[in-house]
């Protein structure tokens, strides 16, 4: 497909891809805007070419007027269809609708020029622990080869709700946390900053779709009506913190400091080429968590740390998305089971992603092996985060020619506070 925008061969954002987000320039408004190469289309100012679209038209055109997603996320799968499809006629090189328009023209704004925004008010954020490697490497670090998964793992996609308040848009700094923390010969805990900062590579999907009420489920079959898009998330995690504290109920103060995004949601429509079969799963889900239709996605991730004072990335990890054990519609049906709703704009979170070999591993928990061994940065080494790190997350999916990404989920660490 061709835009009369120019896009770069290595762009993330072909007309293929149009993912949404929420931008502002200078002192402007939030606006919901969508991606096409080096430039965002203001969707506030061409909200009202939506109007005549059959069925949805307007409450489309309604829904971009907004500061936030929501709304648009809110509406039925086809309302996100139709959506797309104008889009993409909108933006071909051969619809002179905006392209001969110098007006609508002014529509098209600079990424350079813009600031990114949360694309969405996130009212619940999940964390699930989805890749099968993962699960294995911390499992045999912490109680042994012989007790590596835990007995229910292998039977439901094992999740814990984290803090939304904190979820933050790429390039927002978020600072060491403190904590209490306990040596393994030590009587007490101490207080003070965590000292086994990491990064965990992650992906997230947003909820879509009407609100489900209380009581009710999704259904395995339904599950792709209420998967809007998905980002590139890092959840930030104090190991230390997270060590002392998570017995008996699990993570909290080690997680909730701080969870960073990707600012462009890439829909599920434009991830549709990329999706591949699903892993064999023994011993077989139950029928809740049963589908045959592929839903698992080839997404190659790569994770950088440029450390303080430095100007490039060193990639110190490279998977693929495709590790997931557990696919997308078996996490929000297992989610919902017991009828918990859910509302557009909640955030899911996979999990961190690692792969089977030693440079596939996402977290440097893993990359370290609970620090026992160093990891190349550049001209330095790391067994965890320093301040001034800064860790950025790449992904973007390419199949017959085609290629499309997810932009930055990029975060840098300051220090902790003195209290």
């Known amino acids: 497909m061709k835009s009369f925008v120019s896009v770069a061969s290595d762009s993330d954002f072909p007309l293929e891809n149009l993912p949404y987000g929420v931008f ?9 805007g969508v991606a096409i190469g080096d430039r965002i289309l203001n969707l506030r100012e061409v909200a009202h070419l939506f109007e005549g679209i059959p069925t949805h038209g307007k409450a489309i055109a309604q829904a971009f007027q907004q500061d936030a997603l929501n709304d ?88 814990y709700h984290g803090r939304a308040s904190s979820v933050v848009v790429s390039g927002t700094p978020v600072r060491r946390p403190l904590g209490q923390t306990k040596a393994d010969d030590a009587t007490d805990p101490t207080f003070g900053p965590c000292r ?39 959840d930030w995690s104090a190991r230390d913190i997270q060590k002392w504290e998570y017995v008996p109920l699990g993570p909290f103060l080690a997680k909730s400091f701080g969870t960073t ?20 799963q023994d011993p077989a889900p139950l029928p809740y968590l049963t589908h045959s239709d592929p839903y ?14 430095t100007t490039n990335d060193h990639p110190v990890c490279h998977t693929n998305f ?25 955030l899911l979170g996979s999990g961190t992603v690692s792969g089977p070999e030693d440079n596939e591993f996402g977290s440097m928990l893993e990359l370290s092996w609970k620090g026992t061994k160093t990891v190349p940065v550049g ?41």
């Not at 490497?137 to 012989?146: A, L, P, W």
């Not at 965990?200 to 489900?212: D, K, R, Y």
């Not at 800064?390 to 999916?397: D, K, L, N, S």
């Open 322 to 346: 495709k590790n997931l054990y557990w696919t997308l519609k078996q996490q929000l049906a297992h989610h919902t089971v017991n009828g918990c709703n859910m509302r557009p704009g909640d």
């Open 24 to 32: 502002s320039v200078g002192n402007g408004p939030k606006t919901i």
């Open 72 to 159: 648009f996320m809110g509406l039925p799968r086809p309302a996100w269809l139709e959506a797309r499809a104008l889009l993409q006629k909108l933006l071909s090189d051969d619809c002179p609708t905006i392209r001969d328009n110098a007006q609508l023209q002014k529509s098209l704004v600079s990424q350079s020029d813009a600031q990114m925004h949360l694309p969405a008010r996130i009212g619940d954020y999940t964390d699930f622990y989805s890749s099968i490697q993962h699960a294995t490497n911390v499992g045999i670090m912490f109680r042994g080869k012989e007790n590596a998964l835990m007995p229910n793992w292998k039977w439901l996609p094992v999740g």
């Open 261 to 280: 995004i990707s600012p462009w949601i890439v829909t599920m429509e434009a991830l549709k080429p990329f999706m591949i079969a699903n892993p064999q």
């Open 379 to 419: 001209e330095t080494t790391r067994k965890f985060i320093q301040d001034g790190d800064e860790v950025t997350i790449t992904g973007f999916c390419s199949k017959g020619g085609l290629r499309l990404g997810f932009g930055e989920c990029r975060g840098r660490v300051l220090p902790a506070r003195n209290i």
């Open 196 to 234: 086994l900062l990491d990064f965990e590579l992650e992906m997230a999907f947003f909820v879509g779709g009407p609100e489900t009420k209380m009581g009710e489920n999704i259904p395995i079959d339904k599950a792709q009506e209420h998967i809007f898009g998905m980002v590139l998330m890092n």
């Open 296 to 309: 698992t996605l080839d997404i190659d991730l790569t994770v950088s740390i440029k450390p303080d004072g």
